[in-house]
């Protein structure tokens, strides 16, 4: 089973975040007068997502962001299409086989080894999406030669050649404004806030920041299990800790596309 190990890159941020500082006091309007919109993703087609996470997903009435890895789900690819027929679920690009290191990659390989077959996979299995999306596996953006600006270039062209609408990293510690989102689509920012502790306080924490700002925060989960053994996994206590609670809060919980639909659909 191909794991996830988490890795930052300080990438452009200066000039984003005047965007989003810009826009921090401009009022926007979520869908229902909610505070702030949460997307709650989920990385890599995990097994253990099928076994414990759908059932909780289901129960909380929440529609939720699947960025799927091929060689971890196609043992159990009838089990994910049997998932994308219970309908409003996302399912987003994040590659044939999950590469952490990108230097064995030029843009062309990449695109041909691990992007293409994926698009096709998808579109074969759960229907075309122009508006497909895409989670950079282990948060790696440093794709091709260059220093870190030219090398996430390289990266969000090669996405766009392909036919990606919109990518996420993981490793982000704030959520966004929606000018940020609008004007970095393919560096949308996200934290997987219980991949290294398993405490639904630091999502909840999240998420009020979020809510105090009108933000939009998006969440990023792998295995969800009965009880927690080691980093990346959650356990279903948590996982169920931290939807029970956005039940109750003033927030519209919505995949990752749909919301990046909204704030294109408003004024700028």
């Known amino acids: 089973m191909i794991t996830r190990r988490t890795m930052a890159l300080g990438l452009a941020a200066n000039a984003a975040n005047r965007v989003g500082a810009r826009a921090a006091a401009a009022p926007f309007a979520w869908p229902?007068?909610?505070r702030a919109a949460v997307s709650l993703t989920y990385d890599d087609s995990l097994d253990s997502q099928l076994d414990h996470g759908i059932a909780q997903i289901s129960a909380s009435g929440f529609k939720a962001t699947f960025f799927l890895t091929r060689e971890n789900m196609d043992a159990r690819l009838a089990d994910w299409i049997a998932v994308s027929r219970l309908g409003g679920h996302e399912f987003?690009?994040?590659t044939v086989s999950h590469p952490c290191g990108l230097q064995p990659y030029t843009a062309s390989s990449y695109a041909r080894r691990e992007l293409?077959?994926?698009q096709?996979?998808?579109d074969l299995h759960f229907g075309q999406n122009p508006k497909r999306v895409f989670a950079y596996p282990c948060s790696e953006t440093?794709?091709?030669p260059g220093d870190a600006n030219q090398k996430f270039h390289t990266f969000e062209t090669t996405l766009k050649r392909v036919g990606l609408a919109a990518a996420r990293t993981s490793d982000e510690d704030s959520p966004m404004t929606p000018a940020y989102a609008r004007a970095r689509p393919y560096w949308l920012r996200a934290s997987a806030t219980t991949y290294d502790v398993d405490d639904p306080g630091l999502a909840m924490r999240y998420v009020e920041g979020a809510m105090a700002r009108g933000l939009w925060a998006i969440l990023?989960?792998?295995d969800i299990v009965?009880?927690?053994t080691q980093a990346g996994e959650t356990s279903m206590a948590s996982h169920k800790l931290v939807l029970d609670w956005l039940k109750v809060k003033d927030v519209w919980c919505a995949p990752m596309g749909a919301v990046?639909?909204?704030i294109r659909a408003a004024p700028a």
């Open 142 to 144: 440093d794709l091709g």
């Open 32 to 34: 229902g007068g909610a």
């Open 120 to 122: 096709a996979y998808m």
């Open 260 to 262: 990046l639909d909204h």
């Open 220 to 222: 990023v989960f792998h």
């Open 92 to 94: 987003g690009n994040h």
């Open 116 to 118: 293409m077959p994926m």
């Open 226 to 228: 009965p009880t927690r």
